[in-house]
């Protein structure tokens, strides 16, 4: 498979027009919680530029308890901004907002690279792509690169 790679560079600038994006909605998160792994990074940028608590999502081994913890925080929270690092198919945000489906009022959604064609829609990208135009597996900075 064919891979691009973002330099760390364009991250940033994407991570930048979030925010830029986020400011012009008028609407502020109170929380960050970003999905493990890859919206971690952009996750923590974006906390700082907010000066609000970040979070971190892990749904790998899910239980109960997990989620139990998380609406909790949910229910702490009047906004909250869930950040990943692509949109690429739309499954991962697409089975949190199934799990938060109750808090879907309180929940915004950001991604550094979003997928036109993807079965979810975010509110907040930093660049858009098409992947049935283009399907080129995105290789982000922090990635180990043989493992993608």
Not at 2 to 18: A, D, G, R, T
Not at 122 to 132: A, E, F, L, M
Request: glycine residues 4%; negative net charge; hydrophobic residues 30%.
């Amino acid at each position: 498979m064919k891979k691009k790679y973002l330099s760390q560079k364009s991250v940033e600038n994407y991570i930048q027009i979030i925010n830029q994006n986020i400011i012009e909605s008028k609407w502020e998160p109170d929380i960050i919680l970003s999905v493990n792994r890859g919206g971690c990074v952009p996750g923590v940028y974006l906390s700082h530029y907010k000066s609000v608590t970040h979070k971190v999502l892990d749904f790998k081994g899910i239980d109960n308890t997990t989620i139990d913890l998380y609406k909790r925080v949910l229910d702490d929270n009047k906004n909250i901004l869930v950040v990943d690092d692509i949109n690429d198919t739309g499954e991962t945000l697409q089975s949190i907002s199934k799990y938060f489906n109750e808090y879907s009022q309180k929940i915004k959604y950001a991604v550094i690279v979003d997928n036109k064609t993807s079965l979810f829609s975010v509110n907040y990208y930093g660049t858009q792509i098409d992947k049935s135009i283009d399907s080129s597996w995105i290789v982000f900075p922090w990635e180990n690169n043989e493992n993608g």
